[in-house]
């Protein structure tokens, strides 16, 4: 059941958690005399990967190679793709990436270039997904219906017996209905599902126009003009299908697995009866923060936990930050939801929606 109003977190038990786990945090950074936003590694990190990727689209293009090379570059570039979305855009877009405003828009606008609106996914993103985190009929990340049903509260079709089974490839289309058809929607109804959007000025509708018809030229109309349009629509597909998949995979893999929650709100004041920071632990899991190439590849998005509690801390932060949180969620007995390992995470997720399509 979908209800117009935006819920309130209410605190009936008037809980310090928050304000303990703040003052904890922002000691740490204070006696460290650190700075909560990126550093060397993380700007070293964003020139290396947008170098990668403009080397890749210049030999592709310029310098075609033969076919089985040229699929394997638009298979790194899909990567890419993911991973530039992940480092750079993601960090700039919450104001995390660097201590300067212009730098923090230029790496959030970055997406702009792999044909995503960095506009319409602030909205989406910042406003409404790290507010209403799982919340059913608000969190745009959970609402794939009629293809897909997340939580309990949506309504069940037969096809759902096998969404397990054919969500990856569903997965693989994200980045292709991204670009081509969600930002539009977003853009013209001036909402992320029941939430509005902020009103665009006339730079914000010029920005969005341009940019869309820039990724537009640079990846479809010169790519076919220069290596004709099968080839295109080969290359193409696999860079956009390779960064759907990794890029939806991620983002699942934090809040829709058999340890996260699905709050309801109240039915008679629409509220969700919770305090904010624990609603997020509640939505929330992480999964192989040990394992660095994990942690670097996918900007410190395995360690969710952290980032939807301190959205405007750096990622490269974040290992360091976990312990203050763990041992705090000891203290108040609050659930830290955590998978040692990737494989660990896939499973449980597959296992939801197998749950979720027979529930």
Known sequence: MKISITPKFVNSSKSSFHQELKKRVNNYFTENDKKPTGNFSLFFKAGLLWALYIALYVHVMFFTPNLWIAAFECLVMGGLTAAIGFNVMHDGGHGSFSESKVWNKIAAYSVNALGASGLMWNNKHNI????????????????????????????????????????????????????????????????????PIKKLSVYD???????????????????????????????????????????????????????????????????????????????TANFATKNKFVSWMVGGLNFQVEHHLFPRISHVHYPAISKIIKSTCEEFNVKYNEFKHTRQAIVSHVLHLKHMGVA
Request: hydrophobic share 50%.
């Open 128 to 195: 409404v997904h790290h507010t209403y985190t799982n919340i059913e009929g608000i969190d745009d990340d959970i609402e794939i219906q009629p293809l897909l049903r997340m939580c309990s509260t949506q309504k069940k079709y037969k096809i759902h017996r096998f969404q397990h089974i054919y969500v990856w490839f569903l997965y693989t289309l994200l980045l292709i209905i991204w670009v081509f058809a969600t930002d539009y929607t977003k853009y013209f109804r001036k909402k992320v599902g029941p939430v």
């Open 205 to 283: 509708h010029f920005a969005f126009w341009i940019a869309k018809l820039g990724y537009y030229f640079f990846m479809i109309v010169l790519p076919i003009m220069l290596i004709g349009f099968m080839e295109w629509l080969v290359g193409f597909l696999i860079i956009s299908m390779t960064a759907g998949l990794i890029l939806s995979t991620v983002f699942q893999l934090a809040h829709t697995v058999e340890i996260t929650e699905f709050p309801q709100r109240s039915e008679e004041t629409h509220n969700i009866e919770n305090e904010w920071a624990i609603h997020q632990l509640e939505t």
